[in-house]
């Protein structure tokens, strides 16, 4: 199947500091990246749907100011954590999808970034 | 809306026994349905998938049958083994294939011990 990777794959900030996660489809072109938060023990929640050249779509209840979401290329996506705190400690995954192709309509899943804020 | 309810784990088999891990939805219309499955230090992968009623999925040894009557999707293998070990998520999409977002269960966590 293609191939989703992460970078970093853990990550401990400080309280007040901002962290950049980085999606990235390794092997096909990915017009549309989903970042999902899972907590332990819980579900995979959606934070977030973007698509490539045009501005995220934001589920309900998530901060689009605290959770910043680029995708500027068909193979890249970043989530950038802005002034991070010990509340936003959690798993973060990223899924794409591809456009047709080697990476079909499928989505494929990152391994996760854990990110711990003290 | 749409929403997945999955049985809770842990669950703890040994080697060559049977497994069922139940899943039951809620959505309107005709979900999508599918199992993922997440091994360690790994991201999910889709495992199968069923598109509409009656529709049975299956992929190395597991099956799962979309029974529109009861709700449900639960996975089941015949004998499993040690590298069955990891977690499985029940999930949802609207639109007939992973296009739509996807709507997750909690995940069970399986352990096969030999």
């Known amino acids: 199947g293609a191939v989703v990777s992460q970078h970093p794959s853990w990550v401990i900030c400080k309280s007040g500091t901002s962290v950049k996660i980085e999606c990235r489809s390794l092997?096909?072109?990915?017009?549309?990246m989903f970042w999902y938060r899972q907590f332990p023990k819980q579900s995979l929640m959606l934070m977030a749907t973007?698509?490539?050249?045009?501005?995220?779509?934001?589920e309900q209840g998530v901060e689009k100011d605290k959770f910043l979401i680029n995708h500027a290329s068909l193979t890249l996506s970043t989530l950038t954590v802005t002034s991070a705190h010990p509340e936003d400690s959690s798993f973060y995954i990223c899924?794409?999808?591809?456009?047709?192709?080697?990476?079909?309509?499928?989505?494929?899943f990152g391994p996760g970034t854990r990110l711990t804020v003290t | 809306g749409n929403s997945v309810t999955q049985m809770e784990g842990p669950v703890t088999l040994s080697e060559e026994a049977f497994l069922t891990i139940n899943c039951t939805y809620t959505?309107?219309?005709?979900?999508?349905l599918f199992w993922y499955v997440q091994y360690p230090g790994e991201g999910l992968q889709l495992l199968l998938k069923?598109?509409?009623?009656?529709d049975k999925g299956s992929n190395k040894g597991f099956e799962a049958t979309y029974r529109k009557e009861t709700t449900s999707f639960h996975l089941e293998k015949g004998s499993v083994q040690v590298s069955d070990s990891a977690v499985y998520f029940c999930?949802?999409?609207?639109?007939?294939?992973?296009?739509?977002?996807?709507?997750f269960g909690r995940g069970t966590q399986l352990t096969v011990w030999p």
């Open positions: 092997d096909f072109q990915a017009t549309t």
């Open positions: 999930a949802l999409s609207r639109g007939g294939s992973t296009l739509g977002r996807l709507y």
């Open positions: 959505a309107t219309g005709y979900p999508s």
């Open positions: 973007s698509n490539e050249g045009s501005k995220a779509t934001y």
């Open positions: 899924s794409a999808r591809g456009t047709s192709g080697r990476g079909g309509y499928e989505q494929y």
């Open positions: 069923a598109t509409k009623a009656d």
